[in-house]
């Protein structure tokens, strides 16, 4: 199994700031990474895929890269809607999902 | 746009079979390019990939899982549906459909999800 580790779990942060995430894989899993954003009581929303491909109508301050077992998640400049929980997703051995990395108001 | 709405039992008794499925609009799921999968989230936790199955019929399970699970697929009626046997209160979580290109993939669109609860 390939396990995926999230760092950091929480996050605070305020409007404005700038802000990343971090995913890493217990081995390699090259570009096969997918980010995700759930907002409370929602499905998840995807974000990213294959590590820094931004899925269409995802605003641009989303950004992602990363190869091989790290990867990060940046927020270029956090607005209301930002606030959420983070999941990243490898699909290069069937599909996990790291533990999530809620990003909330300071 | 493609819409996809999960319906099923809410309330499953211990040792019994869970049953869920998942309605597609906006689009076929006989299309090759597609892969269905169900994933699930526990109250307050993360997400866990149960399976996925192709038009085709062919379906691959999570090994954690494989033993109690079943995925079934109805062209006829554009659904999939999920078969958990002898769940647990583990088994207690929110359950979404999804879709997937090709495998392996991500997921980029997503059922509301069902909250299915394990209790006698």
């Known amino acids: 199994d390939i396990q995926m580790t999230q760092s950091p779990s929480t996050l605070s942060a305020s409007v404005g700031d700038r802000v990343t995430i971090t995913c890493r894989a217990s081995?390699?899993?090259?570009?096969?990474l997918a980010w995700y954003q759930q907002q409370p009581g929602k499905a998840p929303k995807l974000l990213i895929y294959k590590a820094s491909i931004l899925e269409g109508g995802v605003p641009s301050r989303f950004s992602g890269s990363g190869s091989g077992t790290e990867f990060t998640l940046t927020i270029s400049s956090l607005q209301p809607d930002d606030f959420a929980t983070y999941y990243c997703?490898?699909?290069?051995?069937?599909?996990?999902f790291g533990q999530g990395t809620k990003l909330d108001i300071k | 746009q493609l819409q996809l709405q999960e319906s099923g039992s809410g309330l499953v008794r211990p040792s019994q079979t869970l049953s869920l499925t998942c309605a597609v609009s906006?689009?076929?799921?006989?299309?090759?390019?597609?892969?269905w999968s169900w994933i699930r989230q526990p109250p307050g936790k993360g997400l866990e990939w149960i399976g996925y199955i192709y038009h085709t019929g062919s379906t691959y399970y999570n090994p954690s899982l494989e033993s109690r699970v079943t995925i079934s697929i109805d062209r006829s009626k554009n659904q999939f549906s999920l078969k958990l046997s002898s769940v647990t209160a583990a088994d207690t979580a929110m359950y979404y459909c999804a879709r997937g290109a090709t495998a392996p993939t991500h997921f980029d669109y997503w059922g509301q999800g069902t909250v299915v609860t394990v209790s006698s």
């Open positions: 997703q490898q699909y290069k051995s069937y599909y996990t």
């Open positions: 081995q390699s899993i090259s570009s096969w």
């Open positions: 906006g689009g076929s799921i006989s299309s090759g390019a597609y892969s």
